[in-house]
């Protein structure tokens, strides 16, 4: 008896080492078939006769469907499960980490995919929510330029109660579908350890899945093509490429090495495959030019969040530390600095991954990834090195799942699923209400319009819909049920925006808006050329009152103006406020732009000399901007079409569509939106997304480089590493040979000390954080100097009696002392000889 009992406990005993050893191994299940396939080198069991699971409602079977872009798992499409009723896969597993990966394809005419709407939990957690897979499918192929038939939905679940089920809820009157599951197990307990969290400058804490899950939203090999899951046996993971997802292609260049790569643990061997660190992007070498923008990646998640992200490194090229520092950005937030993935790695070819975790806004839909250089390193290398990375979506309160249904998605053009008869009902029912409500409308619409008409004695071609700008200190009267128009100008006056003109006038200066005097265009309208009666040239911007953008930065320009008088500005002269129009009337600039004499037309060149003084005016009404007012201003769009020249080319800011009060005192920054242009673009800002004062001092330092070389910014007709202008002449300031590329025109009429001090400066502007560049004061100052070095150069050449002492280079350097000077005649062009200055606030309505 007692031998009976034992040989019955090893049997149990065996038995149950069997089920754990079977639960060990994936279970691939192929839905809707009744037989066992090899496919893509795997057996897959079909779930019509389930062995190790149990299915508690089996719905009907879609078969010979077919799909598109799939060849290796072509035969998996092939058939679908379908419930019209909740049902549930059961599963009897170990306790541990498993992949969930569920496959949807298309259905046939009988089962249109389009109709179809589901949710499906795992051990009740939501996976998805209102799940329609054409939808899923139309956003995925978007995100990544691909043409597949299919979609996997991939989650990393922590099972702990030795059951994973897996149920599909079908929304009313409609249906789910499945066409293959897996359910590969994952060794130990979780393939996260310990993460970095954003914002934390490098302190890590420890993430484990617990009873939540993780999806995985993006798997991407840097610098190389795709990896299918055959090429990472074990988990059979796919790798998609990333050259859908970084911003740029031409911000870095990919390198590979596939001998001697090796983990750095042993555990790191289930995290990525060893040919994921086989390739890898870098940015460009330093020693062949300055970086000024990140390399960046750009996802498409969904809000609100939190989101883990995977680095992949591996030195690839360097043997020894500190020969490649970098910085890490996620979401625009520092997520490390100084990082030496060989130091880290404890050799070359040695291949690693960093886990980091930040969160989304529920406003956010985008996730960055941007690494930059290390502007602290030194004379180690600033290059930044990727090998791949993977984007995990983090469950919150049991839930995974965001709508596939997005606001302007493809579902809009969509048939819906049918709805009840009451909700038909009601559906016509508030279409009506809403059908008479726009009746309503439109006749008040055309009943007002033609009252209109008939009361206001306006002329034919006076533009609809223009809200003129309610000025402070004028008085408005209605005159119609749409807009005000300015009556009696009150302490408006001559005083604050000059003189007040009639539409009539401004037609005749500019023969009826002529188009021939078209002198520019912007998101307002049009700019004009116009003649006074009295002779005197003016330019006319003239609103346009359709252009809503345009329309925003017309008033802001309006407000800047009319705040702000320096020789170095462009003077507003007066405003017209008549029919309905916006018109605003400038100081005509004879010369036009500083870029047109520096390349791109017939005109003559400009002598080093007449550069200077241009480069200088510029730098003086920047000055006045940033300092003319408690909180100053930020131009924001600080480029060389925006530097305009009078008769006696004397240089003047223009365009201030786009300023920005600067910070308060308690702040260092303003957050905004980024604008402005690019070439010329703060790569602090464009990555931080806070603008500051320094942000104009970068642009103002690209400006220096074109008007000493007298070519565009970006030209990418040259070879790559002459494209960009401030990366360009960089190298050659760095190697002291930047008079090779100074702009040919000059033809040598030129110091070479004040080439110098030119350039000095405009190195320092384009410094990669604007902690490290100048003040405009300062560059204002340099300037100067870099004037009275020519100046002193040209007297010395010029000396008649070369007997007396000569005028030295190092007597004419300015000392700290003229500074102040430099102050003082910034203050003194504040205004004009025989003009009031005057600061003006303007009320928008």
């Known amino acids: ?259 001697n790569i090796s983990y750095v643990s042993s555990d790191d061997s289930a995290s990525a495959p060893l040919r994921l660190y086989e390739t890898a992007r870098v940015t460009t070498e330093s020693s062949v030019m300055e970086k000024k923008f990140n390399v960046s990646w750009s996802f498409n998640v969904d809000p609100d969040f939190d989101y883990l992200v995977r680095l992949h490194f591996c030195e690839l090229e360097y043997d020894k530390a500190e020969q490649r520092r970098f910085k890490i950005y996620i979401n625009n937030k520092t997520a490390a600095e100084n990082y030496d993935v060989l130091a880290k790695a404890g050799g070359k070819n040695k291949a690693f991954h960093e886990d980091f975790l930040d969160a989304a806004s529920p406003q956010v839909d985008t996730l960055w990834v941007q690494l930059g250089s290390e502007s602290s390193a030194g004379p180690a290398a600033t290059d930044a090195l990727l090998n791949g990375m993977e984007i995990f979506k983090v469950s919150r309160n049991g839930n995974l799942a965001h709508p596939t249904v997005r606001i302007g998605g493809i579902n809009s053009g969509m048939r819906k699923p049918k709805r009840s008869p009451k909700w038909v009902l009601i559906g016509a029912a508030a279409g009506l209400v809403i059908f008479m409500l726009i009746v309503g409308v439109v006749y008040m619409y055309f009943y007002l319009r033609r009252k209109k008409k008939t009361s206001a004695n306006k002329t034919k071609d006076s533009p609809p819909g223009w809200r003129p700008l309610v000025l402070h200190g004028a008085t408005a009267i209605a005159t119609s049920s749409r807009s005000p128009t300015l009556r009696t100008a009150g302490a408006f006056g001559s005083n604050l925006m000059g003189r007040q003109f009639t539409i009539a006038e401004l037609r005749e200066a500019t023969m009826n808006f002529d188009e021939s005097l078209v002198i520019g265009v912007g998101g307002f309208g049009k700019v004009y050329k116009g003649e006074m009666e009295d002779g005197k040239l003016v330019a006319i911007k003239r609103g346009h009152p359709e252009s809503q953008q345009g329309v925003k930065e017309f008033e802001t320009e309006i407000e800047i103006l009319s705040r702000l008088r320096h020789r170095h500005l462009v003077s507003l002269i007066g405003y017209c406020d008549d029919q309905n129009e916006m018109i605003l009337v400038y100081e005509h600039m004879a010369n036009g732009t500083l870029r047109s004499h520096l390349y791109g037309s017939d005109l003559p060149a400009l002598g080093w000399k007449q550069r200077l003084e241009i480069c200088i005016g510029a730098a003086r009404g920047l000055h006045y901007l940033h300092t003319g007012l408690d909180r100053g201003i930020i131009h924001r769009d600080v480029k060389t079409t925006n530097i305009l020249l009078d008769g006696n080319f004397v240089a003047k800011m223009a365009d201030f569509g786009i300023s920005k009060d600067g910070p308060a005192l308690d702040h260092t920054h303003v957050s905004t939106a980024v604008k402005g242009s690019f070439g010329y673009l703060d790569p602090e800002y464009y990555r931080r997304q806070q603008l500051t004062q320094s942000s104009d001092v970068y642009s103002f330092g690209v400006v220096l480089f074109e008007v000493l070389c007298g070519r565009p910014v970006i030209n990418p007709t040259l070879p790559r590493d002459q494209i960009n202008l401030a990366e360009w002449a960089l190298k050659w300031q760095r190697q002291k040979l930047l008079e090779t590329i100074i702009d040919p025109r000059l033809e040598g009429n030129y110091t070479l000390e004040s080439i110098k001090k030119f350039s000095e400066i405009a190195e320092k502007c384009l410094a990669d954080e604007g902690k490290n560049r100048p003040s405009i004061g300062e560059v204002l100052w340099h300037l100067e100097s870099a004037l009275q070095l020519h100046q002193g150069h040209l007297q010395s050449v010029n000396a008649d009696d070369l007997s007396e002492p000569e005028l030295k280079l190092s007597d004419v350097s300015i000392n700290l002392g003229c500074m102040e000077e430099v102050e003082e005649s910034c203050r003194a062009e504040s205004q004009d000889p025989n003009e009031e200055v005057v600061d003006v606030k303007i009320e928008l309505p």
Request: glycine share 8%.
């Open 1 to 259: 008896m007692k031998s009976f009992a034992r040989l019955l406990l090893i049997l149990v005993v065996f038995s149950i080492l069997e089920d754990v050893r079977a639960q060990s191994k994936p279970v691939l299940i192929n839905c809707g078939s009744d037989a066992t396939a090899d496919i893509d080198g795997r057996r897959w069991a079909g779930d019509s006769s389930p062995k190790n699971f149990t299915l508690s409602f089996p719905g009907t079977i879609a078969s010979n469907l077919q799909v598109d872009g799939e060849e290796l798992y072509g035969d998996l499409y092939k058939n679908a499960r379908i419930f019209n009723a909740s049902s549930i896969y059961k599963f009897g597993v170990a306790t541990g980490s498993y992949f969930l990966r569920l496959h949807f394809g298309q259905l046939s005419t009988n089962f249109s995919a389009k109709e179809s709407l589901f949710d499906v939990a795992a051990n009740g957690l939501k996976l998805v929510s209102k799940f329609n897979v054409p939808a899923e499918i139309y956003w995925r192929n978007f995100k990544i330029n691909s043409t597949s038939g299919v979609i996997v939905k991939e989650y990393l679940l922590n099972v702990t109660s030795n059951k994973l089920e897996i149920e599909f809820s079908p929304d009313a009157e409609s249906f789910a579908f499945i066409n293959a599951m897996e359910i590969v197990p994952v060794s130990g307990n979780s393939i996260f350890d310990l993460v970095n969290k954003v914002g934390g400058y490098g302190l890590k804490g420890p993430f484990s899945l617990g009873d939540s899950a993780v999806e995985t939203m993006y798997r991407i090999c840097v610098g190389c093509g795709k990896i299918e899951s055959k090429e990472d046996p074990g988990l059979w993971r796919k790798w998609d490429s990333d050259e859908h997802f970084i911003f740029s292609l031409s911000a870095a260049r990919a390198i590979s090495n596939s001998s």
